[in-house]
């Protein structure tokens, strides 16, 4: 998954100038004042499927929720005058850039990513848009690094009293 994350942060970073910060989803928006810059895009894995593949492996079909969050006050009315309706409306292009960004995204560990849906909670102080992707993950444990013992010597269990 760690591939797939830094994949989507990088392409965001490439082809979607607008947006201004993109993490993982902590719960960031349910904050009183959310530590993030707008517009933001929060990327979370919601859940996987197992999927045998052979004898030792298997993938896992991945579903990944980009939220996507803007800070808006322009009008959008019928009755907002064109110029300020057409910047009023603007995030919904820089909705769907962050779409085709992600959209077919592939990279070593994992084959394309599929948009399936999307849903907007409803909010009054900001507009958040939840685009939800699946795609094929292939797992691969990490390779184990050595970390020297960098703690007390090998009698650090012994009590000072019993030390003859």
């Excluded at 530590?35 to 979370?44: K, N, T």
């Excluded at 909010?123 to 993950?137: M, P």
Aim: glycine share 4%; with cysteine.
């Amino acid at each position: 998954m760690k591939a797939i994350y830094l994949a989507c942060q990088a392409a965001l970073a490439a082809k979607v100038p607008a947006i201004r910060w993109v993490d993982f989803d902590m719960g960031q928006l349910d904050q009183p004042t959310p530590p993030v810059s707008y517009p933001c895009v929060l990327i979370d894995f919601n859940s996987a499927q197992a999927v045998p593949t052979g004898e030792n492996f298997s993938a896992e079909e991945l579903t990944v929720e980009i939220a996507v969050a803007f800070q808006l006050r322009e009008r959008t009315s019928s009755k907002t005058p064109t110029q300020y309706k057409d910047e009023a409306l603007s995030h919904l292009d820089t909705l769907d850039l962050v779409r085709t960004s992600l959209e077919g995204l592939s990279g070593s560990y994992f084959a394309g990513m599929t948009y399936s849906s999307f849903t907007r909670d409803k909010r009054l102080d900001l507009r958040v848009y939840r685009l939800r992707f699946t795609c094929s993950n292939f797992p691969v444990a990490p390779d184990p690094q050595y970390v020297p013992w960098e703690g007390p010597g090998p009698d650090f269990c012994v009590h000072p009293d019993l030390v003859p």
